[in-house]
């Protein structure tokens, strides 16, 4: 029973999504780092803030408590857990993929390239590794904006950290 009610509160929490990356879950982005459930039915989850979003991570914390009182547990405490930080190496493989479903390249993006060259950056369209760096802020400050000159499209790049 207490694995049942631990596995439904997680699917809950892993679906918030980031507000800043959209389709990305806090589960994607790996900053979602531990839940506990007391036997009174008290919960205590743990997130680790990227480095870029402190307003979202508010709005992370109040979402994670709302989907939980929906569901039936009106005690949720959320604990922003900052050691270790968060790296984007915490980016799982389906938080990678998504970001290139988006048009933004990944941080560390080579397995994606198909070629061992960490730190570059491709194109997240055609993969071309001619490119260039517009900004180095793009839409949000964890993103540098690049242009592509094989396809000549502008893309996100999600900073590595
Ligand atoms: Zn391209």
């Given at each position: 029973v207490v694995t049942t009610t631990y596995n439904k509160i997680r699917r809950l929490v892993a679906d918030v999504l980031d507000p800043e990356l959209p389709d990305l879950t806090i589960d994607d982005l790996g900053i979602l780092r531990d839940i506990e459930v007391s036997s009174t039915g008290r919960v205590v989850v743990s997130i680790t803030p990227t480095y870029c979003g402190c307003p979202a991570i508010e709005m992370i914390k109040s979402d994670i408590v709302e989907r939980l009182r929906e569901a039936g547990f009106p005690d949720t405490e959320v604990r922003s857990v900052l050691a270790p930080a968060w790296t984007t190496d915490w980016i799982g493989n389906s938080g990678r993929?998504?970001?290139?479903?988006?048009?933004i390249a990944p941080p560390s993006s080579e397995s994606w390239c198909g070629r061992r060259l960490s730190g570059r950056v491709c194109c997240p369209r055609c993969r071309s590794f001619d490119i260039r760096e517009v900004s180095r802020f793009g839409s949000t400050p964890c993103k540098a904006l690049y242009a592509c000159n094989a396809c000549n499209e502008p893309f996100d790049y999600f900073k590595a950290l």
């Open positions: 993929r998504k970001l290139r479903e988006s048009g």
